[in-house]
């Protein structure tokens, strides 16, 4: 029998209700959930009672006394399961990946790589790499034998496979660490779209939203986001990803002098400026104006007096001129990975696939701004 196989058996006696949905091995997403029949929308697929999540309410006494009571629970939940060397979840655990599945990870790809990473990929990982940082210092000190690999693949797993939750205890704590871990619902793939997960005192229900025919794939949305943010949080890429966006602060701000950006962050638009498929975002536009036309003009446009008709023509023109530069830009940095010696070639073909996403939102900007002019 195959570990997901084993799952459902082991789900089933735990209390866990699947209906119409069944694990499977995909290619290139590890385990996903299938309809098994016909789903139609407001089909309730996944019940999980509450007695079967993993959370900061089921860390046992010998692990949480040792460490501080300010550590995250994301922390807390990894120690937990790198420390964990009972059988109880033995069933759960086969099914997980393995240390080798998180290679696509860019937490431990090297730096070389790590440094090839679109800028917003570079923050969001600098601001993981600290916050596994903290989290290894405190677990570190309390248990000084445990293996840093071993703390860091759990710790990715709470990291790729947590849930939103709150009950009593997790209330008084920052949101941050309102999460659980829950066995089934933790093999649902993303999409930008997906089922209704929702939880209650009872536990965790996960609602169809749309229909779906046997075979097809069932997935939730784990969030609007981008595709830097998939990548350096869950380790994959997804084309037609209707959250994806890309910061133009790099091109925009070089377009202001001082005086204009002072004007700017008066009226609290100074950066922040991203463009997704269809178009910039208003902050852009806002921005670009000022380089475009008069003060007062500029001034009624912020103040929805003016609907900036008359200076969009101009507008489009900077915005042409930036989207080339950004486009070369693209073009030097996907040279650069494939320059690249170090890495593997699995870690360096989804740094392609993300520089390629932004080319296409690039190029679908260029068409869209063609077709106004
Ligand atoms: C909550 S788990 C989902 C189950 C997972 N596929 C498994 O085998 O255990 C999240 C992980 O699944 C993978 N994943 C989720 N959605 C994906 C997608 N749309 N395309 C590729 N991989 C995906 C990523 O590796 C991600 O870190």
């Given at each position: 029998?195959e570990?997901?196989?084993?799952?459902?058996?082991?789900?089933?006696n735990?209390g866990i209700k699947?209906?119409?949905?069944?694990?499977?091995r995909i290619?290139g997403?590890?385990?996903g959930?299938?309809?098994?029949?016909t789903?139609?929308?407001e089909?309730?697929?996944?019940?999980?009672?509450?007695s079967?999540l993993r959370s900061?309410?089921?860390v046992?006494?010998?692990?949480?006394?040792?460490?501080p009571?300010?550590?995250?629970v994301?922390?807390?939940?990894a120690a937990?399961?790198?420390?964990?060397?009972s059988t109880?979840y033995?069933?759960?655990n086969?099914?997980?990946?393995?240390?080798e599945d998180?290679?696509?990870?860019?937490?431990v790809?090297?730096n070389?790589?790590?440094?090839?990473?679109?800028?917003p990929g570079?923050v969001l990982l600098?601001?993981?790499?600290?916050?596994?940082?903290?989290?290894?210092?405190?677990v570190?000190?309390?248990f000084?034998?445990?293996?840093?690999?071993?703390?860091?693949y759990?710790?990715?797993?709470v990291?790729t496979?947590?849930f939103y939750?709150?009950?009593g205890?997790?209330k008084k704590r920052?949101k941050e660490d309102h999460m659980?871990?829950?066995?089934?619902?933790?093999?649902?793939?993303h999409a930008?779209?997906?089922?209704?997960?929702?939880?209650?005192d009872e536990?965790f229900?996960?609602k169809a939203?749309?229909?779906?025919?046997?075979g097809?794939e069932v997935?939730?949305c784990y969030?609007?986001?981008?595709?830097?943010?998939l990548l350096?949080?869950?380790?994959?890429?997804m084309?037609?990803?209707?959250?994806d966006e890309?910061?133009?602060d790099?091109?925009?701000?070089p377009?202001?002098d001082?005086r204009?950006k002072e004007?700017?962050e008066e009226?609290?638009?100074?950066?922040?400026y991203?463009?997704?498929?269809?178009?910039v975002c208003?902050?852009?536009q806002?921005?670009?104006?000022?380089?475009c036309?008069?003060?007062?003009e500029w001034?009624?446009f912020?103040?929805?007096?003016d609907?900036?008709e008359?200076s969009?023509?101009?507008?489009?023109k900077?915005?042409?001129?930036?989207?080339?530069?950004?486009?070369?830009?693209?073009?030097?940095?996907?040279a650069a990975v494939?320059?690249?010696e170090i890495?593997?070639?699995g870690?360096?073909?989804?740094?392609?696939?993300?520089?390629?996403q932004?080319?296409?939102?690039?190029v679908?900007n260029i068409?869209?701004l063609?077709m106004?002019?």
């Amino acid at each position: 029998m195959e570990p997901h196989e084993e799952l459902l058996e082991w789900a089933t006696n735990q209390g866990i209700k699947l209906d119409g949905i069944t694990p499977t091995r995909i290619p290139g997403r590890g385990i996903g959930l299938i309809a098994t029949r016909t789903i139609k929308p407001e089909e309730i697929l996944l019940d999980i009672p509450t007695s079967c999540l993993r959370s900061i309410a089921t860390v046992p006494r010998s692990v949480t006394r040792k460490l501080p009571s300010s550590i995250s629970v994301h922390g807390l939940l990894a120690a937990d399961l790198a420390l964990d060397t009972s059988t109880k979840y033995d069933i759960w655990n086969a099914v997980c990946p393995t240390p080798e599945d998180f290679s696509s990870m860019p937490l431990v790809w090297p730096n070389e790589l790590q440094e090839m990473l679109p800028r917003p990929g570079q923050v969001l990982l600098r601001k993981q790499q600290a916050k596994f940082s903290r989290d290894w210092e405190e677990v570190s000190a309390a248990f000084p034998d445990l293996d840093e690999a071993q703390y860091q693949y759990a710790w990715m797993l709470v990291n790729t496979r947590t849930f939103y939750y709150l009950n009593g205890r997790l209330k008084k704590r920052n949101k941050e660490d309102h999460m659980c871990l829950q066995p089934v619902a933790d093999l649902f793939n993303h999409a930008d779209e997906g089922c209704n997960v929702s939880f209650d005192d009872e536990g965790f229900s996960i609602k169809a939203t749309s229909a779906y025919a046997a075979g097809d794939e069932v997935k939730i949305c784990y969030g609007g986001h981008s595709g830097d943010f998939l990548l350096v949080e869950y380790g994959f890429v997804m084309d037609d990803n209707r959250w994806d966006e890309f910061p133009l602060d790099d091109f925009v701000l070089p377009k202001l002098d001082s005086r204009q950006k002072e004007r700017l962050e008066e009226v609290g638009f100074l950066g922040k400026y991203v463009f997704d498929r269809e178009a910039v975002c208003f902050r852009t536009q806002v921005a670009l104006r000022l380089v475009c036309c008069g003060v007062r003009e500029w001034k009624r446009f912020v103040n929805g007096i003016d609907d900036g008709e008359a200076s969009q023509n101009k507008v489009d023109k900077v915005l042409l001129d930036i989207f080339g530069q950004l486009d070369g830009y693209i073009e030097e940095n996907r040279a650069a990975v494939i320059r690249q010696e170090i890495g593997s070639p699995g870690q360096k073909e989804l740094l392609l696939k993300r520089w390629q996403q932004i080319k296409d939102l690039v190029v679908a900007n260029i068409s869209n701004l063609g077709m106004r002019n």
